[in-house]
Structures are given as structure tokens and as C-alpha cells.
């Protein structure tokens, strides 16, 4: 019998034995009160609603900034228009908290369908066995494999299985962006050298208005201190593991590398210090150089955007005039470039729609919609973007051909520790694993801030972490 039905017989049953209850003859106001009141109670109850049939798809994005998030929901919006049947949620997460977030829901087995993920995490998710990599394979396929520049595919290329851990989405390249200006006045060299980078450490500060030299990545709950230090430690020839295959984190080239980095702290922006306050003392013309990404190249006309709302007042002018591009640096023992790419990564157990969702997302004025949100630090990986993304904005009037080719071409000679030809999946996963617990940034901190290790002790502890780490994997 129908539910509502049921109710009501019930409810007409009550009613009776009330009416039953009174003098014969008589229907006081109480028994009509009560009556009243069960008819009350009849009209409110309801029966729920069936539940909805739609396809539930999560893409966690670390394109956090509100502004960002407000593309993807918008291509999220047409998406579901044009597919009724699926309920696409576009849901922020910070790039710090990735491998602990990912974690979680393991842990609660609710992994999300599309993640948005630096290279590096790549390696260490894919030896987790929570990429699905016949996913990613077909995506690319979908999309068109030739279309995808050839350094990128190389990246998520798992050197186990042969097959691409991820889909290559966009990326960026970091250098030491100076001031011109400042380094003329100083009778200085570019920064493209350790010895030029010291020279300029001590000369900069009392230039102009310059207080410091540079602000230094010291901040140990952050990723920026080791992607600054990345480069740092491959000019000179400093990696996590040798030809051998042993962890080699405290040799001589990896202990003179944490030493050079943390004794920049001496003509640095005082304090923990990650791309914000780097990026702020730059613009406001109180340090002299800066390691960032190819983001910086807006921010830069416009002063970037503050925590508390509205963008920085930039005193210089013509900052991007008086802004020199040191995409390299040459060490001791070598020299290095250094980026980033990107990826969207399908997790295990994902739906297959995710697989068209990353497609529609990469495809033609979609694809652009998102590279223009940051052309200068969204450098596409698809050759069939490239002209597009050229026209994308007005700032690249701002800058020399010469800087914009090496941007737009940085894929080609970009440096990492995780591209190492002869690593394996296995100590890909490792390095992973060292930039998800952010030990570098640990070690950065207690050599240049807390002052409770030297460069020495810094590396042996250094080189049982990661020795720990290769050990768990090795085990799995």
C-alpha cells in the first residue's frame, strides 16, 4: 500500500477513537481542537524525493585563486550543459596539501576523479598505484598524441610500464628575474653564475632604495624552497641519487649546494619566506632579485594581488623594462635551467568520463580559456595552442622576443630531478616523496633560519630521510 495512504488510514483511525472517547451526544472544542491538529500533522508529511541518477565527477584544482576557479567553473557549467547526465564539481585545493589531502581520501576511499598535480607528485602517485594509466594513455590519444609537445609526454613517461602516468596539461619556467637598473648602477654581472649571485647579494642591498638583495625560500611548511633549490643543487651536479642507484644526499656537491643557498640568507628579506613575500618585496623595490616562475611577468605591470584585496602600488617605473631574465644558472660543477609542468592526473577508480572531461578541457578556445588566466605561466603543451596562446595577452608587448622565445620554448631544455634519464620508477616515486614531506624546505630552514644544523649535519639528516623513503618503496 502507498506510504502516504497508510498514513492517513492510521490518522483516521486516531480520530475515531478520540470522537469514541467522548460524552455520546456531545463534540467539545477539545475534541475538535485535536482533530484539528491530526489533520495538521496528515497535510505536513511527505514522502522523500527519489534520488537523482547523475554521474558525480571531482576535479581538485590547485588554479585556487578565485578568479581561477571561476573559468573552471564556468567550463564546468557548459560541460553539464551539454551533458545533463553528469554533475562535474570543481572543488580548490591548496599545491602544499596535495599528497596529505590525496591521502585522506584514500584512507576514506573517496579518491577524486581528476587531480590537477605538479610532475613530481606523479611518479610517487603512479608507484601508489591511484593513477590510472590506461586512462591517461587514452586521453592522450583522444586529444591527439602528436599534438603534445615531446618534452612533456617524456616527463609523465613511466620508465617501468612504458605508459604515460598523466596527461601533460601546462607549465612554467623559473629564473632569477633582477633589477637592471640596480645591477648597472652597481657595476654588476647578470646573475646567471654562483659568483655573480654572491657579488650581487652583497652589492645590492643600499642600492637605490634596495633593503635586500633577494628574499630567499626558507619557509619549511611551503614547496617554493625546494624548487628554488632544485636548480641550485643541479648546477652543481648535486642529485638524489647517484649513477649506482644509492641515495646520495650528503655528498661533498649536495652539502656545498645547502651551504651556498642558506648563506644567500645574509642580504635576504628577513623571516620564513615563500613566493608571496618574494614576490611583494621585488614589486615594492625593496630586493633586488627574485626566484620565481613565469607568472611574475603581470604582476610585474600591475603589482600582484594582496591577501586583504587589491594589488600592489609598484613605485618603479617601468618595472618590466628595468627586469632582467637569468633563465640559467652555472655552478662549480655544471649549470642548470629550471621548470615546471603540470599535469592532470585521472585517479584509479575514476568514472570514464573523466577521461572526456580532460578532453573538453583541452580542447581549442577551452584550452585557451584556461592558459589565459596566466599565459605567462600556463606555456601549453599542445603544439596546435601556441599561436593562440601568443595572442592571449598584452603583456608579452612588455617583454624582450628574445625572453617570450625562451619562455615559449622552455620545455626543451628545462632541468629536474625527476627527468634523470636513468632513475627508475622507484626513485622517481622517492623524489616525489621528498617534495610531498618537504624535507628540503625543512633542512633550508634549520640551516638558514633556526640555526640548528649546519650544511653538513643538514645532509646526513637529509640522507637518512630519504634513504628511509627509497627503503618503504623498495619494500612495497
Known amino acids: 500500500m502507498n506510504k502516504k495512504l497508510m498514513i492517513f488510514f492510521a490518522l483516521l483511525m486516531t480520530a475515531s477513537m478520540v470522537l469514541a472517547a467522548c460524552q455520546p451526544q456531545v463534540i467539545t472544542e477539545e475534541v475538535i481542537k485535536e482533530v484539528e491538529v491530526i489533520k495538521e500533522v496528515e497535510v505536513e508529511v511527505e514522502v522523500p524525493a527519489e534520488p537523482t541518477d547523475k554521474t558525480v565527477v571531482e576535479f581538485w584544482t590547485t588554479d585556487n585563486e578565485e578568479a581561477r576557479v571561476d573559468v573552471y567553473e564556468e567550463l564546468a557549467a557548459a560541460y553539464m550543459a551539454e551533458n545533463p547526465d553528469i554533475d562535474l564539481r570543481i572543488i580548490p585545493i591548496e599545491e602544499a596539501g596535495i599528497a596529505q589531502r590525496i591521502a585522506t581520501a584514500q584512507a576514506a576511499n573517496r579518491l577524486p576523479d581528476i ?15 591511484i593513477l590510472d594509466e590506461a586512462a591517461a594513455q587514452a586521453t592522450i590519444a583522444a586529444i591527439g598524441e602528436d599534438d603534445f609537445r615531446a618534452g612533456p609526454l617524456a616527463m609523465v613517461t613511466n620508465p617501468t610500464s612504458g605508459a604515460y ?10 629564473a632569477i628575474w633582477y633589477r637592471t637598473d640596480s645591477f648597472a648602477d652597481a657595476g654588476l654581472d647578470a646573475p646567471l653564475s654562483w659568483d655573480a649571485i654572491n657579488a650581487a647579494c652583497d652589492a645590492l642591498p643600499g642600492t637605490g632604495n634596495l633593503l635586500y638583495g633577494m628574499t630567499l625560500g626558507t619557509d619549511p611548511g611551503q614547496n617554493y624552497p625546494i624548487q628554488v633549490f632544485e636548480q641550485v643543487a643541479i ?8 649513477v649506482d642507484g ?20 645574509r642580504c635576504a628579506t628577513p623571516g620564513p619566506q615563500y613566493w608571496r613575500g618574494a614576490r611583494e618585496a621585488y614589486e615594492l623595490d625593496q630586493a633586488g632579485m627574485l626566484f620565481y616562475s613565469t607568472y611574475i611577468m603581470d604582476d610585474l605591470v600591475d603589482g600582484s594581488g594582496l591577501e586583504g584585496g587589491g594589488n600592489v602600488e609598484i613605485p618603479v617605473e617601468d618595472l618590466p623594462g628595468n627586469t632582467g631574465f637569468a ?13 615546471q609542468l603540470v599535469t592532470l592526473g585521472i585517479m584509479a577508480g575514476a568514472d ?6 580532460v578532453a573538453y578541457f583541452m580542447d581549442g578556445e577551452n584550452y585557451l580559456k584556461v592558459l589565459a588566466l596566466a599565459p605567462f605561466g600556463k606555456v601549453p ?3 596546435s595552442a601556441v599561436e593562440g596562446w601568443g595572442g592571449l595577452s598584452d603583456y608579452f608587448a612588455n617583454y624582450s622576443p628574445e625572453t617570450i622565445a625562451q619562455i615559449g620554448n622552455g620545455f626543451d631544455t628545462m632541468q629536474r630531478w625527476l627527468f634523470r634519464p636513468e632513475y627508475d620508477a622507484t626513485q622517481r616515486a622517492v623524489i616525489g616523496d621528498m617534495e ?14 633556526e640555526g640548528i644544523m649546519t650544511p653538513e649535519v643538514a645532509a646526513e639528516w637529509l640522507q637518512e630521510q630519504v634513504e628511509a623513503l627509497y627503503a618503504e618503496r623498495q619494500a612495497e
Open 115 to 129: 587531480v590537477r598535480m605538479g610532475i613530481e607528485r606523479v611518479s610517487a602517485f603512479a608507484a601508489d598505484g
Open 235 to 242: 648546477s652543481n651536479n648535486a642529485w638524489p641519487f647517484d
Open 436 to 449: 610531498g614531506r618537504l624535507l628540503i624546505s625543512q633542512a633550508i630552514s634549520n640551516i638558514a633560519l
Open 327 to 339: 633563465y640559467e644558472m652555472a655552478g662549480p660543477n655544471g649549470s642548470a635551467s629550471y621548470g
Open 165 to 174: 602516468s598523466a596527461v601533460p596539461f601546462d607549465g612554467w619556467i623559473q
Open 381 to 383: 603543451v599542445l603544439e
Open 352 to 357: 570514464p568520463v573523466a577521461q572526456d572531461v
Open 246 to 265: 644509492n641515495v646520495s644526499m650528503n655528498t661533498p656537491e649536495m652539502v656545498e649546494a645547502l651551504a651556498f643557498y642558506a648563506d644567500l640568507q
